[in-house]
């Protein structure tokens, strides 16, 4: 397939169908933070079958269309998840089977050698019904490309955190097995696990799997407001700006204005911000 910017806006995405078990709401809960406190009652609905609460950002792997670029003709080792939006429409219902519609939004082309960029949207609702559940825009930059002319609409770019002191800190510590843990969620990238493969995506080892980092900032979000995590989000956005390494400590900060957060996770052993122009609501 030839390379451009049309024939990749109107590849055919494929649907994907899903049902999520208590066990998979569990494993992914596990995988992003949650947990951490077996003697907390409320935090442990999260990964306790009793009484479950699904994670609000469990949506970002519920009937995932897999690794579908590949077959767009981009250059596959070089791509990475650049910036990432879910909208929340209600809680992951267990045991019944969903459906996600995938459509790619645009093209934006930096020239030859300088890469492009490539958002999607992925609406997931019921099958019987159609009744939404969860809306997701991602945008994968594909760094060994560029050229193929931009198309579509581009998202609104997200809004940068305040310029301002934040009025929160929460520190998160990834465990140095998270990527290992993570892609048993269905991500097998292995860029994620594979010294070699990172290699050659031009990392020196390893990088934590981007919506494994956004997971663990859903979680810290909740967790550093209530530490109950009784309430929920209904919204969260960030950009993923330099990769984490399992093993290493997430400084979220956030920004509150009542129901609206904004934030931003470090790594401040590097002094490297991992993501930026976070956004999160509150539910």
Partial sequence: MTLSAQSILEFPVPQATHVVTARDAILYA????????????????????????????????????????????????????????????????????????SRVLSVVDRGIEKGM??????????????????????????????????????PDPLSKVPDAEPDLEFNVDIPGNAAL???????????????????????????????????YAGYAIVAAIDPGMAIGLNAIAARFSAPIFPGETMTLQLWRSDAEIRFRGLVASRGTIILDNGMARLS
Avoid: K
């Fill in 30 to 101: 596990l995988s992003v933070g949650y947990g951490t406190n077996p003697l907390d009652e409320e935090a442990l609905n999260y990964v306790y079958e009793r009484d479950l609460v699904t994670a609000p950002t469990l949506a970002n792997i519920v009937a995932h269309p897999g690794p579908w670029m590949q077959q767009t003709g981009v250059d596959w080792a070089h791509l990475v998840h650049s910036e990432h939006r879910l909208m929340v429409h209600r809680p992951i219902p267990l045991d019944v089977p969903l459906i996600s519609r």
């Fill in 181 to 215: 843990l993570y892609r048993l969620n269905g991500d097998l990238n292995p860029l994620h696990v594979d010294p070699q493969a990172a290699g050659r995506s031009g990392f020196d080892r390893p990088i934590l799997h981007g919506l494994c980092s956004f997971g």
């Fill in 117 to 154: 960029f490539v958002s999607f949207e992925r609406q997931i609702a019921t099958m019987d019904g159609d009744e939404p559940i969860a809306t997701i825009v991602q945008t994968n930059a594909c760094r060994g490309d560029g050229g193929c002319g931009s198309a579509g609409s581009a």
